[in-house]
């Protein structure tokens, strides 16, 4: 399984970015897919997840509102829609895959096995 994820970069607050992971090696539409979040000196922290049928999602407090999660099944690819930044979204983002059931997501770090390389985010006041 590999997950390549993309799209960071540096925005000014109020801006907008989307991320991408594109996945090979798995049956994509039989994955739990989730992104998490990790700013320097802290945890990685859970930001979105979204179930592989698509019927559910989850999100973090903090990104309620503000971020959005989807998935293309033919492309194998999950999006992050990453809309109203603060300086405080600033982090290296990273995908994570695991297999689940149909309207399965995790939102603990713990519960995914496969992980991209991450993309750094940092967003300027």
């Known amino acids: 399984v590999q997950l390549q994820a993309s799209g960071g970069g540096l925005v000014q607050a109020g801006g907008s970015l989307r991320l991408s992971c594109a996945a090979s090696g798995l049956t994509f539409n039989s994955y739990g897919m989730g992104w998490f979040r990790q700013a320097p000196g802290q945890e990685r922290a859970f930001v979105a997840a979204i179930s592989w049928s698509g019927g559910r999602e989850g999100y973090a407090d903090s990104v309620k509102g503000r971020f959005t999660i989807s998935k293309d099944n033919a492309e194998n690819t999950v999006y992050l829609q990453m809309n109203s930044l603060k300086p405080t979204d600033t982090a290296v983002y990273y995908c994570?895959?695991?297999?689940?059931?149909?309207?399965?997501?995790?939102?603990?770090?713990?519960?995914?096995?496969?992980w991209g390389q991450g993309t750094l985010v940092t967003v300027s006041s």
């Open positions: 994570a895959a695991q297999p689940g059931g149909s309207r399965w997501y995790g939102t603990q770090a713990i519960e995914y096995d496969y």
